[in-house]
């Protein structure tokens, strides 16, 4: 961020000071999509107590016990489904980290090899064992918000973006909204003010806010809260110095503090479609800077930064309660967790009472990132996360703005490729892309389970995950978007089938990706009813009693999987014994399997033909009963079940015996 903003002025002045889906399931993934975990949790566990899409719930309490950092609690939940076959390999890493975390060393480093092996480039695993840094390397954002410029940006600073009624407002250097021809002597560029522009108008303009909010100094950060009456107020940042001049409200009577540009945050009240300000907070002081607000949505509390004396660094973020008369009540400093020896600015407060804000002493990408925080059942802050790529850039990230969807937002950024010293970007959060379909049996459309499903990135080859299908013929799986890949279907009763697809130009509103799949099966009858060998006694064509449990699979098969199944049947002996008499053998076995097959209902038309073979037809070199063991042997007394055609669509002629 450039200094030619108010933002830079205050974080100058800390440095030199400081030496430097379902409703239920719905509501709980709106919760878990704004890190509010603890919140979330009772939302999942009762979709677990009333049975509703239970993985999904597994799944969302063991990752929010692990935000929340409560290790020991969220591995039971990981063990409902960490082994399912559909479960998405990503999960193996997050497990391996509550293991880790939990003292089960020798668990964890399992389940990092397993993580590892699908996902060989990822680092994060080298770095969580080098310092245990949990949330910032669990939460992986790459790729979760859409991040673009809005239309009013300027080669002049814009930043610090609130909506309301419709209407965005935000501070801009742009020079031709302040009466007064001065400029600011910084780096020449006009004093920043408060504009606001329709936010779904693309050819609207901006223009400054109506009323004396604007002076001739630097206004920023505003927000807008309401008072006890329900009226709606806003508090902004203003500087009370610079070159020794006076401002509005304050005057030159400190020679100590006479050269300093310090922020103080001021309130202003609606009168008819005019803001007047009305009070100089009591947060504020000549000495230290106070800024940039932010109020949560019942109007308790007011976040914001300062460089006052007794914090933990440059400047940090402090609240206060706020009397139902608007009074400010005892300040406190966020906290250690929040603040740290750097400088932390631009607090934001959600509507879940989740507070985000800038920071350069967490670790990041840039300069100033954008962190949200973690917070345990009873509201305390736990944690921080890094909201990561692309919300975050190598540059300055601040004035995070999220609208009460929790998709939606802003946030600003001197980040490349911006018009001006600072820009306004519009972000909205990217929901998971999921990749699921059902796959079917292509003649009896029926689902088919235990299929397995493998996806590979198209480009490389690679396999990325590998799933099975469930009771229903359902799979389901993560993916990325702008991405190619291919997936491979396979059952052994199913041969593999290939299909490829896309997911480059996917609106961001999509959040699944549907691919049904029809497999055809094999020609193999034995496959198909998983059968075992039929056995006879012999010298006898009776249908023992544990062949009638084989001979019964292909009467489920005929009746029930294919209706319309049309097969022959054949009956082979080994080589012991004459050739007529196996020949009659066989056919008589045939003639017992047909009749059995009969008798239970399989109709006669389905089954074309039944013929002996006696030794003619050997699946070996077994030509006579000295050239193979008994086992070898064996396998030339068997009955085969050959498919003519899966339904009746065409006539087929019978040539029964």
């Not at 770095?127 to 390397?137: E, I, N």
């Not at 009540?329 to 509507?351: H, Q, R, S």
């Not at 003519?644 to 040539?655: A, D, G, I, K, M």
Request: charged letters at 25%; proline letters at 4%.
């Amino acid at each position: 961020m450039k200094s030619t903003t108010l933002a830079t002025l205050f974080f100058i002045i800390a440095i030199s000071i400081s030496n430097a889906q379902s409703g239920i399931q719905k509501k709980a993934d709106e919760l878990f999509g704004k890190f509010a975990y603890a919140k979330a949790i009772p939302e999942y566990e009762q979709m677990v107590v009333d049975g509703k899409n239970t993985v999904h719930a597994y799944k969302r309490l063991a990752e929010c016990y692990l935000f929340l950092r409560d290790f020991e609690e969220s591995i039971p939940y990981f063990k409902r489904f960490i082994d399912d076959p559909e479960t998405s390999t990503s999960y193996f890493f997050k497990y391996a980290t509550a293991l880790k975390s939990a003292g089960q060393e020798e668990e964890a480093l399992k389940w990092f090899k397993k993580y590892k092996k699908f996902h060989k480039n990822d680092a994060r695993v080298k770095q969580f064992l080098k310092d245990g840094s949990l949330a910032s390397v669990v939460f992986n954002s790459n790729e979760r918000y859409d991040v673009k410029p809005v239309h009013f940006n300027t080669e002049f600073s814009e930043f610090g973006a609130f909506l309301l009624d419709g209407d965005i407002y935000f501070s801009s250097s742009r020079p031709d909204g302040n009466a007064s021809d001065d400029v600011y002597g910084w780096n020449a560029e006009s004093w920043l003010d408060i504009y606001h522009v329709r936010a779904d108008d693309e050819n609207a303009v901006p223009v400054p806010i109506e009323g004396d909010i604007n002076t001739k100094f630097h206004e920023s950060s505003l927000v807008f809260s309401t008072d006890h009456r329900n009226d709606t107020i806003a508090y902004f940042t203003r500087n009370s110095y610079f070159n020794n001049e006076e401002t509005f409200y304050t005057t030159k009577d400190k020679e100590s503090i006479e050269n300093l540009s310090n922020l103080k945050i001021y309130k202003a009240e609606k009168d008819k479609d005019t803001w007047r300000v009305t009070r100089n907070m009591k947060m504020n002081a000549d000495h230290f800077s106070t800024g940039h607000p932010s109020v949560n949505s019942n109007r308790t509390k007011i976040y914001f930064a300062s460089d006052r004396p007794g914090g933990f660094g440059g400047s940090d973020i402090y609240y206060a309660s706020i009397h139902e008369r608007g009074g400010i009540l005892e300040i406190k400093n966020a906290g250690p967790i929040v603040n740290t020896p750097g400088n932390e600015l631009f607090p934001f407060i959600n509507n879940e009472g989740q507070l985000f804000f800038s920071s350069d002493g967490h670790v990041g990408f840039g300069q100033l990132d954008v962190f949200g925080t973690v917070l345990n059942d009873v509201g305390e802050i736990i944690d921080i996360i890094n909201l990561g790529k692309p919300l975050n850039s190598e540059k300055d990230d601040f004035g995070y703005y999220a609208l009460d969807n929790g998709v939606d937002g802003y946030v600003s950024s001197n980040r490349n490729g911006g018009k001006g010293g600072d820009d306004i970007y519009k972000f909205q959060f990217i929901p998971s892309l999921t990749l699921e379909g059902q796959v079917t049996d292509a003649i009896n459309l029926r689902p088919l389970d235990s299929v397995k499903i493998s996806l590979y990135n198209k480009k490389t080859g690679v396999l990325i995950e590998e799933t099975m299908t469930n009771d229903n013929g359902y799979y389901k799986m993560l993916i990325k978007r702008k991405m190619n890949y291919k997936v491979v279907a396979y059952r052994s009763t199913h041969p593999e089938k290939t299909i490829e697809f896309e997911t480059h130009g996917i609106n961001r509103e999509t959040k699944k990706v549907t691919k049904n799949i029809q497999l055809e099966p094999v020609m193999d009858v034995k496959v198909l009813a998983d059968l075992n060998k039929i056995y006879f006694d012999f010298n006898k064509s009776n249908i023992r009693p544990d062949a009638a449990l084989e001979l019964d699979k292909v009467v489920k098969l005929m009746l029930e999987t294919y209706p319309e199944l049309i097969i022959r049947l054949e009956s082979h002996t080994d080589p012991v014994g004459g050739d007529e008499y196996n020949r009659r053998l066989s056919e008589s076995r045939a003639k017992s399997t047909y009749e059995y097959l009969i008798q239970q209902g399989v109709p006669s038309s389905r089954i074309l033909s039944y013929q002996g073979y006696g030794e003619s037809r050997p699946v070996n070199n077994c030509k006579t009963k000295f050239d193979c063991p008994p086992e070898m042997l064996e396998l030339n007394r068997r009955t085969e079940f050959p498919i003519v055609q899966f339904n009746s669509s065409s006539q087929v002629l019978t040539n029964r015996r």
